[in-house]
């Protein structure tokens, strides 16, 4: 039986191994790759962020967890490897018993994931508007 921290830990490598397939999709500029590992990312940081908040029920306050202010005017290669260095904190920070800067890592990281999914939302909706 893994531990709630081995879940955790297990989830984030999966999530950046997952992020890492979307970083290689979209140098290849292999849309629906893109699509999919980014998604499967994300589905997999959700996974860590739930385990996070049942760890930590009414101790986190993550108002002023914030992510990169100028994040509107970032390319979405330059957001991915943002977030992938967040994720590389959170799973040291597991490895060093920080579960609440890995936490902290995770959920920003979700906030970058969330803004290249808006954008890329965002695209395809023009795409057809434009058609």
Same mark, same amino acid.
């Given at each position: 039986?893994?531990?709630?921290?081995?879940?955790?830990?297990?989830?984030?490598?999966?999530?950046?191994?997952?992020?890492? #397939?979307?970083?290689?999709?979209?140098?290849?500029?292999?849309?629906?790759?893109?699509?999919?590992?980014?998604? #499967?990312?994300?589905?997999?940081?959700?996974?860590?962020?739930?385990?996070? $908040?049942?760890?930590?029920?009414?101790?986190? #306050?993550? $108002?002023?967890?914030?992510?990169?202010? #100028?994040?509107?005017?970032?390319?979405?290669?330059?957001?991915?490897?943002?977030?992938?260095?967040?994720? +590389?904190?959170?799973? +040291?920070?597991?490895?060093?018993?920080?579960?609440?800067?890995?936490?902290?890592?995770?959920?920003?990281?979700?906030?970058?994931?969330?803004?290249?999914?808006?954008?890329?939302?965002?695209?395809?909706?023009?795409?057809?508007?434009?058609?």
């Amino acid at each position: 039986m893994m531990t709630a921290n081995e879940k955790m830990l297990k989830a984030l490598k999966t999530a950046k191994s997952h992020l890492e #397939d979307s970083m290689m999709a979209l140098n290849k500029k292999d849309e629906d790759s893109f699509d999919k590992s980014l998604w #499967d990312t994300a589905a997999e940081l959700e996974y860590a962020l739930f385990l996070f $908040s049942i760890t930590f029920q009414n101790e986190s #306050d993550k $108002s002023n967890w914030k992510p990169n202010p #100028d994040l509107k005017k970032i390319e979405t290669g330059s957001v991915l490897v943002e977030a992938e260095n967040l994720l +590389k904190e959170a799973e +040291k920070s597991i490895a060093n018993k920080n579960l609440q800067n890995a936490y902290r890592n995770a959920y920003i990281a979700r906030h970058y994931l969330l803004k290249v999914q808006e954008d890329l939302a965002k695209k395809k909706r023009e795409v057809l508007k434009n058609k």
